[in-house]
């Protein structure tokens, strides 16, 4: 526990391989064709290379630098697994000696027959989706698995002393949720006391495996927004690192605090904690004021940004290194969080622009510039004189480059006034809206994407390879936006969609036809589980040359009698699910991406598409961690979407979508956004958020997710339908939509039929129910 912290290091790296790997592998295992041994070599071998990449970049090999971040699925689901935290509904799957193995820890993360997952949900402020463990009184805390020691003493056969990555106790139980077991009242950090023993456990076995160092991640203290108050999570973290500094046997400890600044209680907290380092975020926290317990401990400055792909100002960050060294016994420099919310490298993406590529920084760019950061404290700062120099002309230059700024674009958005961000009343385009489209009570519909099949990804292959031509490519797309409308009416839905089949992901097509974007082919970043999304790169003002979706949508509709929906992207989820400019307001850029949408829904409503969604799942992400941030971002993030959206025509049924989120928090902001119809996801947590929704007095149409498509298995009919029960008994009949959670993209097709063949025969039995003539 004496050895000293490193000058540099990294929270975390990308898990799932720069090609990949992990995501083929894993999804082989599942399908059965690869087994569990060559699961574990294979994924051994990526970790191999990780360990050896990060040396190459220069962190050490042997000072705990490197950190051991690996994770089969979900950083929290680890976590819960090794102490033994999973739902009383797999304790058939243990090991004959309590352990958890693999074929648990998947099925309590993508569930199995009736089975339910853990329900999933978006990591603070992040497009990152972590599993919610459930907690309660019955949940025995025990050791349950050694993959973490056994990652530790595979590193060190191969030559390296790693710093294993947890997330630590108070984190963990705060994102927890009352299991259905639990009183009305529990809180799961009920448990913390119980649970620490585990922990205790758990850092004797790391420290047997040969960890020096082990980081626990412990986010839960910088946030303002979670169920439990920050003076609680305060009290919480002294008496768990009260305990597990006075453990005997433990590597030393680093309390990591990433994706904003702690809160003051947390700061004097872990400060005074017996604890010998702490990593602060300091790109999205300001260097705090000093506090008692610091003079022995090493602090981290979070200088490098974890969480986008510029090339960053690193003068500022140096300075920000020597505000911190002020406080404490010794400073490293590290980055602010882990680094697995960017790509792996720059340089597997040969096809951007080069003046582009010297301004930005992946995972491997910002390893680099740690170290030189780090070498720059160990050796003083004439030593990286030239590698400063080099990152600031590449900013300035950025900030100058022709294209950042657009006078036409800027020009559009200063001459706007309060109508621009008003529809009329609702009432008034809910009549127009009944009268044009005359559907039924509980309209059925999915939330927008099919199925994405392997002749579709290589259609689009040989297409973007030369080997189809455009004509032939779109003639292909032209036949499957066919099946797909043929599919919908053959089951009976009420309300259809063309399917997406043209998009590669539900922001990078909009980006690649809007301009001031850039998008990657190998720029991978972990979403959840096995899938990866290519956030695009938002460099420069906003503006849509052309028409974008108009031409598939009207081909769609020409198809069916019924209505299809044209289906659009919104500006904060574009915002969201991309790396965006850094160098002005984000509600700035989002009114410029609004305004593109505007200009797009006015050319679908006159190619006659009378419904359009205009998706925000990432509305809820955004919000900022601390309270006193939220207000502004609120106000800006709504103004975009009803800029976006308040020219449309009273007739013109507008839809959003939002999915993976604590609605209640946002709930008036919902109401806000004026949507005529509103889809949420519903179905992990069962329904929870039903109630919230008929609490707050939300007047306007309303579809609660009644399956979750983020899983293989197909729901009942009767699980459907008592779900979609609970929704009419809670809000009025002619509010309620039926729809998955999600869009169908990443399910198969026969799943995705049986499943929604059982969600229209559910719909029929509750329309049934209610006295609605089918």
């Given at each position: 526990m004496?050895?000293s912290?490193?000058?540099?290091?990294?929270?975390?790296y990308?898990?799932?391989?720069?090609?990949?790997?992990?995501?083929?592998a894993v999804?082989?295992?599942?399908a059965g064709?690869?087994?569990?041994?060559d699961?574990e070599?294979t994924?051994a071998?990526?970790?191999?290379?990780?360990?050896?990449?990060?040396?190459g970049l220069?962190?050490?090999?042997?000072?705990s630098?490197?950190?051991?971040?690996?994770?089969?699925?979900d950083q929290?689901?680890?976590?819960?697994v090794?102490v033994?935290?999973?739902?009383?509904?797999?304790?058939?799957?243990?090991?004959?000696?309590?352990?958890i193995?693999?074929a648990?820890?998947?099925?309590?993360?993508?569930?199995?027959?009736?089975?339910?997952?853990?329900e999933?949900?978006?990591?603070?402020?992040?497009?990152y989706?972590y599993l919610?463990?459930e907690?309660?009184?019955?949940?025995?805390?025990?050791l349950s698995t050694?993959?973490?020691?056994?990652q530790?003493?595979e590193?060190?056969?191969?030559?390296?002393?790693?710093?294993?990555?947890v997330v630590g106790p108070?984190?963990?139980l705060a994102?927890s949720k009352?299991?259905?077991?639990?009183?009305?009242g529990f809180?799961?950090?009920?448990r913390?006391?119980?649970?620490?023993?585990?922990?205790?456990?758990l850092?004797a076995?790391l420290r047997t495996?040969?960890?020096?160092?082990?980081?626990?991640?412990?986010?839960?203290?910088?946030?303002?927004?979670?169920?439990?108050?920050a003076?609680?999570?305060a009290?919480a973290?002294?008496?768990a690192?009260g305990?597990?500094?006075a453990?005997a046997?433990?590597?030393?400890?680093l309390?990591?605090a990433?994706?904003?600044q702690?809160?003051?209680?947390?700061w004097?907290?872990l400060?005074?904690a017996p604890?010998e380092?702490l990593?602060?975020?300091?790109?999205?926290?300001?260097?705090?004021?000093?506090?008692p317990?610091?003079?022995?401990?090493t602090?981290?400055g979070?200088?490098?940004?974890?969480?986008n792909i510029?090339?960053g100002?690193?003068?500022?960050?140096w300075?920000?290194?020597?505000?911190?060294?002020?406080?404490?016994?010794?400073v490293?420099v590290?980055t602010?969080t882990?680094?697995?919310?960017?790509?792996h490298?720059v340089?597997?993406?040969?096809e951007?622009?080069?003046?582009?590529?010297?301004?930005?920084a992946f995972?491997?760019?910002k390893?680099?510039q740690?170290a030189?950061?780090?070498?720059?404290?160990a050796?003083?700062?004439?030593a990286?004189?030239?590698?400063?120099a080099a990152?600031?002309?590449a900013?300035a230059?950025?900030?100058?480059a022709p294209?950042?700024?657009?006078?036409?674009v800027?020009?559009?958005a200063?001459?706007?006034?309060?109508?621009?961000f008003t529809?009329d009343?609702?009432e008034?385009?809910?009549?127009?809206?009944?009268?044009?489209?005359?559907?039924?009570?509980?309209?059925?519909?999915t939330?927008?994407s099919?199925?994405?099949?392997?002749d579709i990804?290589?259609?689009r292959?040989q297409?973007?390879?030369?080997?189809?031509?455009t004509?032939?490519?779109e003639?292909?797309?032209r036949l499957?936006?066919?099946?797909?409308?043929g599919?919908?009416?053959?089951?009976?839905?009420?309300?259809?969609?063309?399917?997406?089949?043209?998009r590669?992901?539900?922001?990078q097509?909009?980006?690649?036809?809007?301009?001031?974007?850039?998008v990657?082919?190998?720029?991978?970043v972990?979403?959840?589980g096995?899938r990866a999304?290519r956030?695009?790169i938002l460099?420069?003002?906003v503006?849509?040359p052309?028409p974008?979706?108009?031409?598939?949508?009207?081909?769609a509709q020409?198809l069916?009698d019924?209505p299809?929906?044209?289906m659009?992207?919104?500006?904060?989820?574009?915002?969201a699910?991309?790396?965006?400019r850094d160098?002005?307001?984000l509600?700035?850029?989002?009114?410029?991406v609004?305004?593109?949408?505007?200009?797009?829904i006015a050319?679908l409503?006159a190619?006659?598409i009378g419904?359009?969604?205009?998706?925000?799942?990432?509305?809820?992400?955004l919000l900022?961690?601390?309270q006193?941030d939220q207000?502004?971002y609120?106000?800006?993030?709504?103004?975009?979407?009803r800029?976006a959206?308040a020219?449309?025509?009273?007739e013109?049924q507008?839809?959003?979508?939002?999915?993976?989120?604590?609605?209640?928090?946002?709930?008036?902001?919902?109401?806000a956004?004026d949507?005529?119809?509103?889809?949420i996801?519903?179905?992990?947590?069962?329904?929870?958020?039903i109630?919230?929704?008929?609490t707050?007095?939300?007047?306007?149409?309303?579809?609660?997710g009644?399956?979750?498509?983020?899983s293989?298995?197909v729901?009942s009919?009767?699980?459907?339908?008592d779900?979609?029960r609970?929704?009419?008994?809670?809000?009025?009949?002619?509010?309620v939509?039926v729809n998955?959670?999600?869009?169908l993209?990443?399910?198969?097709?026969?799943?995705t039929?049986?499943?929604?063949?059982n969600?229209?025969?559910?719909?029929?039995?509750?329309r049934q129910?209610?006295?609605?003539?089918?």
């Amino acid at each position: 526990m004496t050895t000293s912290f490193p000058t540099g290091t990294i929270l975390g790296y990308p898990r799932i391989g720069r090609a990949r790997e992990l995501k083929r592998a894993v999804e082989a295992h599942w399908a059965g064709a690869l087994g569990q041994a060559d699961l574990e070599a294979t994924t051994a071998g990526l970790r191999s290379a990780t360990r050896e990449r990060l040396a190459g970049l220069g962190l050490g090999r042997d000072d705990s630098s490197i950190p051991e971040s690996f994770s089969y699925y979900d950083q929290v689901l680890d976590a819960a697994v090794a102490v033994g935290a999973l739902p009383e509904r797999f304790a058939h799957l243990r090991d004959a000696d309590g352990s958890i193995g693999l074929a648990a820890y998947f099925t309590a993360a993508r569930g199995a027959g009736e089975l339910a997952p853990l329900e999933l949900t978006k990591w603070f402020d992040t497009n990152y989706h972590y599993l919610v463990p459930e907690i309660g009184p019955e949940t025995v805390f025990a050791l349950s698995t050694d993959r973490f020691a056994r990652q530790v003493a595979e590193a060190r056969a191969d030559g390296y002393v790693t710093r294993p990555v947890v997330v630590g106790p108070v984190t963990l139980l705060a994102l927890s949720k009352a299991s259905d077991a639990a009183p009305a009242g529990f809180s799961p950090l009920d448990r913390l006391d119980d649970l620490l023993p585990a922990y205790v456990e758990l850092l004797a076995s790391l420290r047997t495996a040969g960890a020096e160092w082990v980081q626990l991640d412990e986010p839960a203290l910088v946030s303002e927004s979670l169920p439990v108050d920050a003076a609680e999570l305060a009290a919480a973290a002294t008496r768990a690192y009260g305990v597990l500094g006075a453990a005997a046997d433990r590597p030393a400890i680093l309390v990591a605090a990433p994706y904003a600044q702690l809160t003051p209680a947390a700061w004097r907290a872990l400060a005074a904690a017996p604890v010998e380092a702490l990593s602060l975020d300091l790109t999205r926290g300001a260097v705090p004021a000093a506090a008692p317990g610091l003079a022995g401990k090493t602090l981290v400055g979070g200088v490098v940004d974890g969480r986008n792909i510029w090339r960053g100002d690193l003068e500022a960050a140096w300075a920000k290194l020597g505000e911190l060294a002020a406080l404490a016994g010794g400073v490293s420099v590290g980055t602010s969080t882990s680094l697995q919310h960017v790509p792996h490298d720059v340089a597997l993406d040969p096809e951007l622009d080069t003046r582009l590529v010297s301004w930005l920084a992946f995972a491997d760019q910002k390893v680099a510039q740690v170290a030189t950061l780090a070498r720059g404290l160990a050796e003083g700062r004439a030593a990286i004189d030239a590698d400063m120099a080099a990152a600031s002309l590449a900013l300035a230059d950025r900030l100058g480059a022709p294209g950042v700024r657009d006078g036409a674009v800027r020009g559009r958005a200063a001459q706007l006034g309060a109508a621009d961000f008003t529809r009329d009343d609702h009432e008034i385009r809910l009549a127009a809206q009944e009268a044009a489209l005359d559907l039924p009570v509980l309209p059925t519909t999915t939330i927008g994407s099919f199925p994405q099949t392997g002749d579709i990804r290589r259609f689009r292959a040989q297409h973007d390879r030369g080997e189809l031509s455009t004509a032939e490519y779109e003639e292909l797309l032209r036949l499957e936006i066919a099946a797909v409308v043929g599919l919908q009416e053959e089951l009976g839905l009420d309300v259809l969609v063309h399917g997406e089949p043209e998009r590669n992901d539900m922001v990078q097509y909009f980006a690649e036809n809007l301009g001031g974007f850039a998008v990657t082919r190998n720029g991978w970043v972990q979403s959840y589980g096995s899938r990866a999304t290519r956030p695009s790169i938002l460099w420069g003002d906003v503006s849509r040359p052309a028409p974008i979706t108009v031409t598939w949508s009207q081909f769609a509709q020409s198809l069916s009698d019924r209505p299809v929906k044209g289906m659009l992207t919104g500006p904060v989820t574009i915002l969201a699910w991309s790396f965006v400019r850094d160098d002005q307001p984000l509600g700035e850029t989002a009114n410029q991406v609004a305004l593109a949408l505007r200009d797009e829904i006015a050319d679908l409503e006159a190619a006659g598409i009378g419904i359009v969604q205009v998706d925000e799942p990432a509305l809820r992400e955004l919000l900022p961690l601390k309270q006193g941030d939220q207000p502004a971002y609120l106000e800006w993030s709504v103004d975009s979407f009803r800029l976006a959206t308040a020219g449309a025509q009273p007739e013109t049924q507008v839809h959003t979508h939002l999915c993976y989120s604590e609605f209640a928090v946002v709930i008036d902001a919902i109401a806000a956004l004026d949507a005529d119809v509103t889809s949420i996801e519903a179905a992990r947590s069962r329904g929870e958020v039903i109630s919230d929704i008929a609490t707050s007095g939300f007047t306007h149409g309303i579809g609660p997710g009644v399956y979750d498509i983020h899983s293989p298995r197909v729901p009942s009919v009767a699980e459907i339908a008592d779900l979609l029960r609970r929704a009419v008994d809670e809000l009025p009949l002619r509010q309620v939509w039926v729809n998955p959670d999600c869009g169908l993209k990443t399910r198969a097709y026969p799943e995705t039929v049986a499943s929604l063949q059982n969600l229209v025969e559910a719909t029929r039995l509750v329309r049934q129910g209610v006295g609605v003539a089918v």
